[in-house]
């Protein structure tokens, strides 16, 4: 059986948005004090890694929408407020469901420039590869909010039941609730 790139594509970005949507909601029910308290980790807070999250997800989807930024080097805060964020990420999410559900096969290998500074020189990635590198990031940091979330008053939601059949009823009414049933494994050709 040759493996549907695209589709596999579709499942991983599906578990994406709905671990961002999970784990944005049980930080929610933190108060300030815990959500925004200094912690140790790349961005110095749950609030500071998940901004990471939503403006690396900004950046990629600039690049690959052709408008490659040049790294900035500032991993400081962007968005100042929980509202903003949650704003924000769900903004992201939806674009970048628009840009993956835009796309056939055949846009999969096209090469798109990420980067071109005297530091790393011309960067050109196929769009797969790029894709898979935000994905993973987004788990890697995702990852990072779960063990800081895991030092709080609020235990950490289960965030690995996206993708296989087995979990199907413990994700159907977030997966509804996105529209994202024909991105789930059963909808791969």
Same mark, same amino acid.
């Given at each position: ?37 200094? #912690? ?5 807070? !749950? ?38 964020? !949650? ?12 840009? !993956? ?17 005297? #530091? ?24 990072? !909010? ?18 296989? #059949? ?24």
């Amino acid at each position: 059986m040759a493996i549907n790139v695209l589709g596999l594509l579709h499942v991983q970005a599906a578990n994406h948005f709905l671990a961002n949507q999970r784990l944005m909601q049980a930080c929610l029910r933190l108060d300030d004090s815990e959500y925004f308290a200094a #912690r140790p980790s790349f961005f110095g807070s !749950i609030h500071g890694t998940f901004d990471h999250i939503v403006t690396t997800d900004q950046r990629y989807l600039s690049r690959l929408g052709g408008t490659p930024l040049p790294p900035t080097g500032d991993d400081g805060v962007t968005y100042g407020t929980r509202d903003a964020l !949650i704003k924000t990420q769900r903004e992201t999410d939806d674009a970048m469901r628009a840009y !993956i559900g835009g796309l056939s096969d055949d846009d999969l290998e096209q090469e798109i420039l990420l980067h071109e500074t005297q #530091r790393w020189g011309r960067v050109v990635e196929p769009i797969w590869a790029i894709l898979q590198h935000v994905l993973a990031h987004g788990t890697h940091h995702r990852g990072q !909010i779960h063990d800081m979330l895991s030092q709080t008053s609020i235990a950490p939601p289960q965030l690995d039941e996206f993708i296989l #059949r087995m979990d199907r009823e413990s994700r159907m009414a977030e997966v509804d609730a996105q529209n994202l049933s024909g991105w789930m494994i059963d909808a791969i050709n």
